[in-house]
């Protein structure tokens, strides 16, 4: 499991070095607590040398630092890793370029500003980390808004910001479901499963792999899709459905898939388990 690193919290740099020390010592008990319920590493859009924590220090200072404990500063050896979004997710890349997300908080003085980790932390279903540099962080749900074909809705991201944060009702549950993944099957036979393929060339060929994939427990239905795409697993999303290329007489045919996913993760399962059985 990862953390997304919130890069808001230290968008205001302390007033000086020790104040930062003072922040990133609890942000080190919160990474160690985090380590301990299984989070390996902290996504970041930014490197050590570009975290400002203070003015001309900055968080490659604060882990090379002799005036910081070394117990802190090995809390956080090898738990930053770039890119905000993994190079191999293309999906949750797409996504993330199809919208913008947006955090807002006036009463705490933070005007409307694009949010890299808080973005990321919602696509992948996951927990962002921040400092604790002002009260809008001191929340363990965090309220986005994302703007996308012309409309805006409010989501919720999961945060934590000290290492009791791990004991708060919300968070533990939420990293409990996330330990392990739990797929729930169909009720449905599979010549029950509902099944819509265009009468277009391509059309035996979607057949014969909709065959195949109704017999998969976590398949639910089936219909054709706009042409298109280079993989065999094209998207995946968090309602559980799963878009499939097939690439037949040199046209890319695509198979829209409806299965039991309740989530990213669970979706995500399916896809690759999919993709392992018949690509």
Request: proline share 2%; with cysteine; hydrophobic share 40%.
């Amino acid at each position: 499991m990862e953390l997304l690193f919130n890069e808001l919290s230290v968008i205001t740099p302390s007033s000086d070095k020790y104040a930062a020390n003072a922040k990133m010592k609890l942000f080190s008990e919160t990474v160690a607590a985090a380590k301990l319920k299984g989070f390996r590493n902290i996504r970041s859009h930014y490197d050590s040398h570009q975290i400002e924590l203070a003015g001309e220090y900055t968080l490659f200072n604060w882990l090379t630092s002799r005036d910081v404990p070394e117990l802190y500063r090995n809390n956080l050896y090898g738990m930053f890793v770039l890119p905000f979004i993994d190079e191999e997710d293309e999906d949750i890349e797409t996504k993330y370029i199809e919208a913008n997300f947006f955090f807002e908080d006036p009463a705490n003085g933070i005007a409307r500003t694009a949010c890299l980790g808080l973005a990321s932390a919602y696509l992948y279903e996951t927990i962002s980390i921040g400092l604790q540099s002002q009260n809008a962080w001191r929340k363990n749900i965090l309220t986005i808004f994302i703007e996308a074909n012309d409309t805006i809705r409010f989501e919720s991201v999961n945060n934590v910001y000290s290492k009791d944060c791990f004991d708060n009702t919300i968070i533990s549950d939420f990293v409990e479901q996330s330990g392990n993944v739990v797929l729930q099957e169909s009720l449905l036979a599979p010549n029950d499963k509902d099944i819509h393929i265009a009468d277009h060339h391509g059309k035996d060929e979607l057949k014969s792999l909709w065959n195949k994939l109704k017999n998969n427990p976590y398949v639910v239905a089936g219909r054709s899709t706009d042409w298109g795409g280079r993989r065999f697993i094209r998207k995946f999303d968090r309602n559980g459905v799963v878009e499939i290329v097939l690439v037949a007489s040199e046209r890319e045919y695509a198979l829209w898939v409806q299965t039991t996913g309740r989530s990213l993760r669970e979706t995500k399962a399916i896809a690759d388990a999919l993709r392992d059985r018949f690509e």
